[in-house]
């Protein structure tokens, strides 16, 4: 799966792959310290951050619960209202 921001793309790639090795190689084996992968995880992070800034999404909106309300069926509002 693509990233939010074609540019995080790659960097979600690597994390994952850093990640996926991770688990299997050391957190499945009982070594829970998940420090390895954090360097990649904040430079990703830091690009979806702004990646949602150019598409105007502000995090407090991913948080929101819209599945099974009345705001799932309303359309978003017209970019740049």
């Not at 050391?26 to 951050?49: E, H």
Request: a negative charge; glycine letters at 4%.
């Amino acid at each position: 799966m693509n990233s939010i921001g074609e540019n995080c793309t790659q960097l979600k790639k690597d994390y994952d792959n850093c990640f996926n090795n991770w688990f299997s190689d050391r957190f499945l084996k009982g070594d829970t310290d998940d420090s390895l992968c954090a360097p990649l995880f904040k430079v990703y992070q830091q690009c979806v951050k702004e990646a949602m800034k150019q598409h105007q999404i502000e995090f407090k909106e991913i948080e929101n619960d819209y599945l099974g309300t009345k705001d799932e069926e309303q359309k978003p509002p017209p970019k740049g209202s």
